[in-house]
């Protein structure tokens, strides 16, 4: 119940309901319409669920009109400034920053569920030689759920906490072994005196013949890149874990899903597209005066890619905090220099522009994001891995919350049917 009621009549019926209205913390209240028809005969109509609230969240806090992200009331702006990922994974399961004990603690716990069963090696036998790196994960996460009958009880909390610690340890190495799978070089088992980061770069680029020893440079771009896309709120695959994992399905296979909708070319892989585009202009020589007049040309279907995004409608926030750390790597790796000052002029020359300006089209975050991984040495078909690889604690710690939460109910949408009217069987 609340204070605050909207209205809502049909003037052709007459029928009228006052629905309550939900205070948030920061942003826009929500209208319940649970009774909305019960009270007057008809449902909302909401393609993409762009206007509705599926839950009650504490975990991330988005405004796009200011260019806002918090975690837990914390911005991401701190957060990549004096967390660890880990200490970052940390806040967003338990909702609040781990003392130092606390943290060695979890770091303790995170590091001892590195290691995946041996038996996981054998589905990679049964992958062609050039399978896509997504399809590898997304089935081997699924096939986790195999291995641990033990903890599968989405209502005991004790198990979902062990799960996420799974999940949050084991993904690296799944995401490292399907790099190596990719390569034809043998799988790297975990090494747990290492860090999370230096790990993940040690099974990933380490052979058994040389060890691997990322730069402190390097180690910090990875940790910020983790940390930017460690969670944003109820995104299309956040939402699909939630909805998968809201039947009562295994945490396993619920991120599982979240995985396969991030490998869509609208979520997950634009940073590949942008990375294509950046590759395409520096082919063929077009200035980036003719880049931009393309994307503003409504004949050519075009699309400055890294520009743009649904919630943000100022700059990206994770933008920002990327830009540098792209800079610092770069200037110390040496990496694909030309591609990121033509990245930066792209940027300089759009954001004068009136049409980007009117639309209020920023960078995003995957406009830098891709030259990072460039840099780091991982390939373009492993950056939606990486993603998934970071979000995997956003994943759980929306799953774990639904779970927790006492208005859950399993996920089911209305439609509007639209489709042939009832009609007889034609006779034969
Ligand atoms: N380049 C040129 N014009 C653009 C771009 C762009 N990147 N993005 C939007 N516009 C224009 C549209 O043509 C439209 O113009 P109009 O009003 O004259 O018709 C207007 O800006 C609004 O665009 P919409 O598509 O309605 O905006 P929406 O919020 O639905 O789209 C989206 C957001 C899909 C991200 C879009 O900006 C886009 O396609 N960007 C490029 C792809 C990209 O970078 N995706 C990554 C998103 S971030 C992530 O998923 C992690």
């Known amino acids: 119940m609340s204070d605050r009621k909207v209205s809502i009549s049909d003037p052709q019926t007459g029928k009228q309901i006052d629905c309550d209205v939900f205070e948030a913390t920061h942003g826009s209240p929500a209208i319940d319409i649970s009774k909305i028809h019960a009270g007057t005969g008809c449902y909302t109509y909401d393609p993409g669920y762009g206007m509705t609230a599926s839950c009650r969240s504490k975990i991330t806090f988005i405004d796009g009109a200011k260019g806002e992200l918090l975690h837990r009331g914390y911005s991401i702006e701190d957060l990549t400034e004096n967390s660890s990922y880990l ?44 399978a896509h790196p997504m399809a590898m994960l997304s089935t081997t996460v699924a096939a986790l759920a195999s291995f641990y009958h033990d903890s599968t009880d989405v209502n005991n909390p004790e198990h979902r906490k062990i799960t996420a610690h799974r999940l949050i340890a084991k993904m690296p190495t799944l995401a490292a072994m399907c790099y190596k799978f990719h390569r034809g070089q043998p799988f790297m088992y975990p090494q747990n005196n290492l860090g999370y980061v230096e790990n993940f770069l040690h099974m990933m680029f380490g052979v058994p013949a040389e060890e691997y020893v990322p730069s402190p440079t390097a180690v910090k771009a990875l940790e910020t890149m983790l940390i930017l896309h460690a969670d944003h709120e109820q995104n299309a695959s956040t939402s699909t874990v939630r909805l998968a994992g809201s039947s009562g399905a295994n945490p396993f296979a619920s991120i599982s899903a979240g995985i396969a909708s991030l490998w869509g070319p609208a979520h997950g892989g634009a940073n590949e597209a942008v990375m294509n585009m950046l590759d395409a202009i520096v082919e063929s020589g077009e200035s980036i005066e003719s880049t931009i007049a393309r994307a503003k040309d409504k004949n050519d279907p075009f699309r400055l890619m890294g520009f743009g995004h649904r919630v943000y409608k100022n700059f990206d926030p994770r933008a920002r905090c990327i830009e540098k750390i792209c800079h610092d790597l770069l200037n110390e790796l040496g990496g694909d220099q030309p591609l990121f000052e033509l990245a930066r002029e792209l940027e300089q020359k759009t954001l004068a ?12 975050v995957d406009f830098y994001s891709g030259i990072i991984m460039r840099a780091l040495g991982i390939p373009m078909n492993m950056f939606t891995v990486m993603f998934a690889m970071a979000r995997t604690v956003g994943w759980i710690a929306h799953w774990s919350e639904m779970h927790e939460d006492p208005e859950f109910r399993i996920g089911r949408p209305r439609q509007l049917y639209v489709g042939a009217a009832r009609r007889p069987y034609p006779s034969k």
């Not at 967003?92 to 041996?118: A, C, K, W, Y």
């Not at 522009?353 to 995003?364: A, S, T, V, W």
């Open 87 to 130: 200490e970052v994974c940390y806040l967003l399961l338990n909702g609040e920053l781990p003392s130092d004990q606390g943290l060695t603690e979890f770091e303790g716990i995170i590091r001892n569920h590195t290691m995946v069963h041996e038996n996981i090696r054998s589905f990679f036998d049964g992958f062609r030689y050039d």
């Open 353 to 364: 522009d009136d049409y980007f300006q009117e639309r209020k089209l920023y960078p995003n």
